[in-house]
T-cell receptor, first 115, second 112 residues
């Protein structure tokens, strides 16, 4: 069964702390994504990666960075957490389109609270 | 005051009835579309997808309709069950880019 796991379901951090959110997929997918989800705003793409050591900015990259050292793992880093980064963070993975589905498979999410 | 964006549109439907969720997409170059379902405390789950060379696709109890002329997508759910209560998102993609752009979501409440 397809699986995307995230290191924490709930996380509480203080303003200014460095925060790491980890995501692991077991499907050998090339593509991995980090989104944040806020009420009524849908999912907004922060960063994505098409390959190991490759990263591209999404729609809202400010205040975030990412790391992809291994194919199965994609980390989201908040260098200095701020209260406006309190949100639900969702990781997803997918295979490059092969003419079939471009479906992204999502993890359960990490609810981060910055106080 | 509160932002309009904080309030999800909500659709209430009686158990056993059909429902239709609508979505306007923004990019005329989008050629692939997905509907996701998100239950409370979970990540989004794939429901059904459709390519721009089709205008209708059916799955189990779900049908997606695509109108490229007016950039409109809809999801029809037949015979709603309590388990269909969730937030539903449409998403669009220019397939070559592999990036999804999500809509704001619609909450569906199925009443017994």
């Amino acid at each position: 069964d397809v699986k995307v796991t995230q290191s924490s379901r709930y996380l509480v951090k203080r303003t200014g702390e460095k925060v790491f959110l980890e995501c692991v997929q077991d499907m050998d997918h090339e593509n991995m994504f980090w989104y944040r989800q806020d009420p009524g705003l849908g999912l907004r793409l922060i960063y994505f990666s098409y390959d190991v050591k490759m990263k591209e900015k999404g729609d809202i990259p400010e205040g975030y960075s990412v790391s992809r050292e291994k194919k199965e793992r994609f980390s989201l880093i908040l260098e200095s957490a701020s209260t406006n980064q309190t949100s639900m963070y969702l990781c997803a993975s997918s295979s490059p389109g092969t003419g079939a589905s471009y479906e992204q498979y999502f993890g359960p999410g990490t609810r981060l609270t910055v106080t | 005051g509160e932002s309009v964006g904080l309030h999800l549109p909500t659709l209430s439907v009686q158990e056993g009835d059909n429902s239709i969720i609508n979505c306007a997409y923004s990019n005329s170059a989008s050629d692939y579309f997905i509907w996701y379902k998100q239950e409370s405390g979970k990540g989004p789950q794939f429901i059904i997808d459709i390519r721009s060379n089709m205008d209708k696709r059916q799955g189990q109890r779900v049908t997606v309709l695509l109108n490229k002329t007016v950039k409109h997508l809809s999801l029809q759910i037949a015979a709603n069950q309590p388990g269909d209560s969730a937030v539903y998102f449409c998403a669009e993609m220019v397939a070559a880019g592999n990036k999804l752009t999500f809509g704001g979501g619609t909450r569906v409440l199925v009443k017994p």
